[in-house]
């Protein structure tokens, strides 16, 4: 049964999120050692990751058969994981010229994230924390909607496994990849 709205575009009168502080203690910080299921079948630990990496972490991907959670529209900051991870793949390019590596990270399964690699055809790799283990270990923030803990919306550019930078909050989510551009951009200049 098709959706009652098109996922891959935002409507124009979401709610945008506000900087609640949430993640104000993350710059400098190590990374966990967890290993993440990825879409490509193996375990990513990004602690682990020499260089730079860039994680966008998104709520929850819809699905074109499947309508959002009641509400979703209405919550700031839930709208546009499609759309984020759709920037995100057409600036994969751009992000790879400087010098960042790329994973989306959500709390949904690993077999629910292949089916949108697959649809959206990402030429990266998306990072599981369904046991949020990740989101916990840096104290990510969180919010919970039917019956799901989704992580809220933001980016960490990571550099030898420690925070560099977090973009946060990201809205409108469709200008998220070109935000990072432009800060990794900055650094080199």
């Not at 058969?65 to 751009?94: K, M, N, Y």
């Amino acid at each position: 049964m098709p959706r009652n709205d098109n996922l891959y575009e935002l409507p124009t009168d979401l709610p945008a999120p506000s900087d609640d502080g949430a993640c104000g203690h993350l710059v400098g910080m190590r990374l966990p050692a967890v290993l993440l299921p990825s879409t490509a079948g193996r375990s990513v630990d990004l602690a682990r990751l020499d260089g730079r990496t860039v994680v966008y972490c998104y709520p929850r991907m819809g699905r074109p058969d499947q309508d959002p959670p009641l509400g979703w529209d209405q919550i700031p900051g839930a709208r546009g994981c499609t759309v984020q991870s759709c920037a995100f793949r057409d600036h994969h390019a751009e992000l790879r010229a400087l010098g960042a590596r790329v994973f989306g990270l959500s709390t949904q399964d690993t077999a629910y994230q292949r089916e949108a690699v697959e649809r959206l055809h990402l030429p990266f790799e998306l990072l599981s924390d369904a046991e949020l283990a990740f989101a916990r270990a840096l104290r990510l923030p969180t919010f919970a909607v039917d019956g799901m803990v989704l992580i809220k919306r933001l980016t960490l550019v990571v550099s030898d496994g420690a925070v560099e930078h977090v973009l946060y909050p990201v809205f409108p989510p469709d200008k998220s990849a070109e935000a990072t551009i432009a800060w990794l951009s900055q650094q080199r200049g």
